[in-house]
């Protein structure tokens, strides 16, 4: 029995929780959000507010846009936490692997020899350190940018490298989708990037596999 793969599968259990719980979140604020319109249909006060300006009617429509605008503003900053989590998941485990290549290796050379133990250095490492094929694809390599721009800025792309950023992506699996120069996802989106993250630990755990197995 590989007990890491095991473990892994558990671990990555709870991120497929979060999602099943976004999307419970979701369909019950949409429900809410009809429910409101149609609350807002009904109404038939047409007087104006001297002050606003506005009828009874339009001030429950403005509170409608406005509670919409607010949930999606929470909802992006929680989707982009989640991607982020991903990543340092996948870096987690790679970083784990590193240390049990220069145990199993009984080597002097570390991670730590090729600087700050990011994906990529994580990469090269076992590149160097294992005969075992690990594929460092465009896909993973995306996901390292995509993760970047969220960390950095926060998920938001000037408009002057706006076709830069989306060529990096060229030749993933990952389709980015932009709002006003703001990388969003949805739920759709986060289950892509789970599978692909069970893809990659799925290849990691391959290194723990014993010669019975």
């Known amino acids: 029995m590989n007990l890491y793969k095991f473990i892994c599968e558990r671990e990555l259990d709870y991120f497929e929780r979060i999602i099943n719980f976004y999307i419970e979140i979701s369909k019950e604020q949409a429900r809410q959000i009809k429910e409101d319109e149609e609350k807002c249909k009904k109404i038939s006060d047409t007087a104006v507010d001297e002050i606003t300006g506005l009828s009874t009617k339009d001030r429950y429509y403005d509170d409608i846009c406005d509670q919409l605008y607010e949930d999606d503003v929470v909802r992006q900053m929680l989707y982009r936490s989640f991607v982020v989590s991903l990543c340092t998941y996948i870096e ?34 076992i590149k160097i350190s294992s005969s075992k094929t690990f594929l460092f694809n465009n896909n993973l390599s995306a996901l390292v940018k995509l993760r970047n721009v969220l960390v950095h800025d926060n998920g938001h792309v000037r408009s002057e ?8 992506f060229s030749g993933s699996i990952f389709k980015i989708e932009l709002d006003k120069n ?18 990659i630990i799925e290849e990691i755990s ?7 197995e």
Not at 99 to 119: A, M, R, V, W
Request: hydrophobic share 35%; proline share 0%; glycine share 2%.
């Open 161 to 168: 490298n706006i076709d830069n950023f989306l060529k990096q």
């Open 206 to 212: 391959q290194f723990w596999e014993t010669e019975d």
């Open 182 to 199: 703001d990388v969003i996802f949805n739920e759709e989106s986060l289950t892509l990037y789970l599978n692909f993250t069970k893809t």
């Open 92 to 125: 987690h485990n790679l970083i784990e692997l590193c240390k049990k290549l220069k145990i199993d290796n009984n080597e002097k050379f570390s991670l730590q020899d090729l600087g700050k133990g990011s994906i990529e250095k994580c990469i090269q490492y």
